[in-house]
Nanobody
Framework: EVQLVESGGGLVPAGGSLRLSCTTS????????IGWFRRVPGKDLEGISCISNNDGKIYYADSVKGRFTISSDNAKNTVYLQMDSLKPEDTAVYFCAAEFATWGIVVVTATACAPSSEFAHWGQGTQVTVSS
């Protein structure tokens, strides 16, 4: 069974930091790309960062570039999202998602990540609240 479990969310003051973890199981980690998405009530799901475990490509949305860092630990089947210089507008429920990305399938490039509709497996989400 494929499972993704997010952790690390919480309440933090503006300017603070959090590290989210996405721990996965049930699939060949190196064959998948992992994306971080966030949902603000009343807004569409936003793709903020993705990483290809197959070739190491990384994407950041402009809204988080320079503040967030995505990384992958293949030994732990876990992807991290280090979030620094947090702003109140970063308040959202954060989800990680996985999509098969080998055999020539491209999910992540340096300038784009596949839309959320193309990710097959999702975690339950973790709340991040940034106070002003």
């Amino acid at each position: 069974e494929v499972q993704l479990v997010e952790s690390g969310g919480g309440l933090v003051p503006a300017g603070g930091s959090l590290r989210l973890s996405c721990t996965t199981s049930g699939f060949s980690f190196g064959d998948y790309s992992i994306g971080w998405f966030r949902r603000v009530p009343g807004k569409d799901l936003e793709g903020i960062s993705c990483i290809s475990n197959n070739d190491g490509k990384i994407y950041y949305a402009d809204s988080v570039k320079g503040r967030f860092t995505i990384s992958s630990d293949n030994a732990k089947n876990t992807v991290y999202l280090q979030m620094d210089s947090l702003k109140p507008e970063d308040t959202a429920v954060y989800f990680c998602a996985a999509e098969f990305a080998t055999w020539g399938i491209v999910v992540v490039t340096a300038t784009a990540c596949a839309p959320s509709s193309e990710f097959a497996h999702w975690g339950q989400g973790t709340q991040v609240t940034v106070s002003s």
